[in-house]
């Protein structure tokens, strides 16, 4: 039994985690709130989901894969777990995975658009660890909410590291009858953020096309 979830079998923690209808980007990550406390300061389950996520790929017939999450949601400091201590978990989690494997794996750090004030420690993180398994900082979160004055304050610490740092951002899935929201969102985050790289492909369709 998952006692603070009152969840009494695993068959009903995973139909927790299901979206099983459409609907929006933060409908989708309300999810992480069931699984994070979870994990949340537990090195051993850090390290072990990064090993049998290469296991997962590997079965998929996946040679390579990028991973992107946030240290900071992964993080306690009251169990003594630091953001650095997650992103060597997580490395050394694919290091195992890629020996036992064969699939290689590298880290995207993310920041996230709630959390300003989280921005500069990820660039800091990004660039520490940029030849020890991280390749590039993102931008996570709910597209639809303002990126105020704080977050690109907190930025700012980014520009020094931007020729070692490869930055890129995701893009959700909007709504039925956005109007071209999703192409405002590509838009918004290319020209405001600076961003070159695109790591993930996407397909826009519009209402009657």
């Known amino acids: 039994m998952i006692k603070t979830l009152d969840i009494q079998s695993m068959e009903k923690f995973i139909s927790k985690l299901r979206v099983t209808s459409s609907g929006s980007l933060p409908k989708f990550i309300r999810s992480f709130d069931i699984f994070l406390p979870i994990l949340r300061g537990d090195r051993q389950a850090i390290k072990r989901i990064a090993i049998e996520l290469c296991e997962d790929k590997a079965n998929e017939g996946v040679a390579y894969f990028e991973a992107s999450y946030c240290p900071h949601l992964l993080a306690d400091n009251d169990v003594g777990v630091s953001v650095e201590e997650v992103v060597r978990n997580v490395n050394e989690g694919f290091s195992e995975g890629y020996k036992k494997f064969g699939v290689k794996a590298n880290s995207i750090l993310c920041m996230l658009i709630?959390?300003?004030?989280?921005?500069?420690?990820?660039?800091?993180?990004?660039?520490?660890?940029?030849?020890?398994?991280?390749?590039?900082?993102?931008?996570?979160?709910?597209?639809?909410?303002?990126?105020?004055?704080?977050?690109?304050d907190n930025m700012k610490v980014g520009k020094i590291y931007q020729p070692s740092i490869s930055q890129s951002a995701s893009c959700g899935p909007m709504p039925s009858g956005a109007d071209g929201g999703i192409i405002q969102i590509v838009l918004r985050k290319i020209i405001l953020l600076g961003l070159v790289p695109v790591r993930s492909g996407m397909r826009v369709q519009f209402p009657g096309t």
């Open 114 to 152: 709630t959390k300003p004030e989280w921005c500069a420690d990820v660039v800091r993180l990004c660039d520490t660890y940029r030849h020890l398994g991280v390749v590039g900082i993102g931008l996570a979160g709910n597209e639809n909410e303002p990126l105020g004055k704080e977050y690109f």
